[in-house]
């Protein structure tokens, strides 16, 4: 790998940000824009998405729905493309650090829609009023999907793309930067138009997705240099030590996947073990790590590494109170081992009172009955033995049932709930007589 191929595939480059931020124009910075899609992860898109167009087209309504998907993920593409310029970012996005873990369903469709929409739409005027009323709902189509995509990827509100005074606006303060940007759309889908059954139609669609990706990358460097003038809600902001320290973190979490890997591959599952409970240092964001860790692990079917970096990750969620989440990531680990409890024992006490609180009943029993099997006679059973006593008054109603359950709790005198142990054993034992 040359030295140029080994910087295009950097999550981050200083330099090349500060290139791009420091640009005198647009159409002095055009040549590096027009290199973008056949850099570094752009290039792979490029060829992947431009090849599967083409196999696509060649299929009837199994095909069609295939073309959708495409389009959705293709979109999810572009959004990244179109924000990390906008932050002032000029290498592209890679395709393994996170970009599809939490994909924007919502607009996906929107993508979806939109280029079926104005497909179906052409199509339909074709057969009825002729090529020439197709070609110019198709040009519409054109002109305005830069301006959709890139107010998709930069506005809160995903409604906004569809407001024509957005759309409008975004046309008129980006100026000759979207014509030309629709210009060379226009040119790419006009080429495929003309190739498609020929055996050239291949090199149309790559050129199609390369056009896409090069236009999203302009408009994202529009939006960065004139996000005064766009009234817009745009994303934009210089690198901070915030984000900087954020991709080094994601690079540090590849690093350790591969080094996991590694281990795994020449069976060495306990130095891999090892490996996740070394204490990471220097995160900017410790619970992301270790949940984006989790969700690595899982997806790779590591049960027992899973659990072991479940444990972690439920210790940074309960210490950041943030119990919903906590719940599941329990939830899922118990599913993959029955016998799961995270450490210190007082994790799943607060876990088990999160669970009742929530009404979550069925992870709360899960959680009561495995503990208290494996801990009988400790202080958290005792608490937990006393939640259970009240779910089975409070929710269905069972008083004979709670009394059974109190009742060995009353020699536990020195417990801090034993006045509630012991007012609630009173309370119902009257009730009962």
Same mark, same amino acid.
């Given at each position: ?16 940000? +500060? ?20 850099? #570094? ?18 299929? #009837? ?6 073309? &959708? ?14 924000? %990390? ?10 395709? !393994? ?29 074709? *057969? ?35 407001? $024509? ?6 046309? @008129? ?15 790419? @889908? ?48 210089? $690198? ?9 973190? =994601? ?59 479940? %444990? ?6 309960? *210490?950041?109170?943030? @119990? !919903?989440?906590?719940? !599941? ?5 118990? !599913?993959?081992?029955?016998? @799961? ?11 088990? %009172?999160?669970?009742? *609180?929530? =009404? ?5 029993? +899960? ?9 009988? &006679? ?37 417990? $801090? ?17």
């Amino acid at each position: 790998m040359s030295a140029r191929e080994a910087r295009d595939v950097r999550l981050h480059d200083p330099e090349a940000d +500060r290139r791009m931020a420091g640009a005198a124009s647009t159409w002095r910075y055009l040549p590096s824009i027009l290199w973008y899609p056949l850099r #570094g992860y752009a290039l792979f898109i490029v060829v992947i998405m431009g090849g599967l167009l083409y196999v696509f087209t060649l299929g #009837g309504l199994l095909a069609i729905a295939a073309i &959708g998907v495409m389009l959705g993920w293709l979109g999810q593409y572009l959004f990244c493309v179109v924000q %990390e310029t906008a932050l002032g970012h000029a290498i592209p996005p890679a395709l !393994d650090t996170g970009i599809y873990a939490q994909p924007q369903y919502g607009r996906m469709l929107m993508v979806i829609g939109y280029g079926l929409a104005f497909f179906q739409l052409a199509h339909f005027i074709s *057969q009825a009023q002729g090529h020439q009323a197709a070609i110019a709902v198709a040009a519409a189509g054109v002109l305005l999907f830069p301006a959709f995509v890139v107010l998709l990827a930069l506005e809160d509100n995903a409604l906004s793309a569809l407001n $024509p005074l957005k759309l409008g606006g975004f046309i @008129f303060h980006t100026g000759g930067a979207y014509v030309f940007a629709c210009l060379v759309l226009a040119g790419a @889908f006009g080429l495929a138009w003309v190739l498609v059954g020929h055996i050239a139609d291949v090199l149309a669609y790559l050129l199609v997705i390369y056009c896409i990706i090069m236009a999203c990358h302009l408009l994202g460097f529009t939006a960065h240099r004139r996000h005064d003038r766009l009234n817009i809600a745009v994303m934009v902001a210089r $690198p901070s030590d915030e984000s900087r320290g954020l991709q080094a973190q =994601r690079e540090e979490l590849q690093a350790l996947l591969r080094r996991v890997d590694k281990l795994l591959a020449m069976n060495n599952a306990d130095a891999a073990r090892h490996l996740l409970l070394v204490e990471q240092k220097d995160l900017v964001n410790p619970r992301l790590f270790h949940e984006e860790l989790f969700e690595a692990l899982t997806a790779r079917r590591q049960d027992a590494l899973s659990l072991v970096q479940g %444990e972690q990750l439920l210790r940074q969620l309960v *210490q950041a109170k943030r @119990f !919903d989440r906590a719940l !599941d990531i329990h939830e899922r680990c118990l !599913d993959i081992a029955g016998n @799961f409890e995270p450490r210190p024992a007082a994790e799943c006490v607060q876990l088990a %009172e999160a669970a009742f *609180q929530a =009404r979550r009943f069925a992870l709360f029993e +899960r959680i009561i009955t495995g503990f208290t099997a494996r801990h009988p &006679g400790t202080p958290e059973t005792v608490t937990l033995r006393f939640l259970q006593a009240r779910q089975l008054q409070e929710i269905k109603h069972d008083d004979a049932g709670a009394l059974a359950i109190l009742r060995p709790l009353l020699h536990a005198q020195s417990h $801090p709930l034993h006045a509630r142990i012991t007012a609630l054993y009173t309370a119902l034992s009257r009730l009962s007589s």
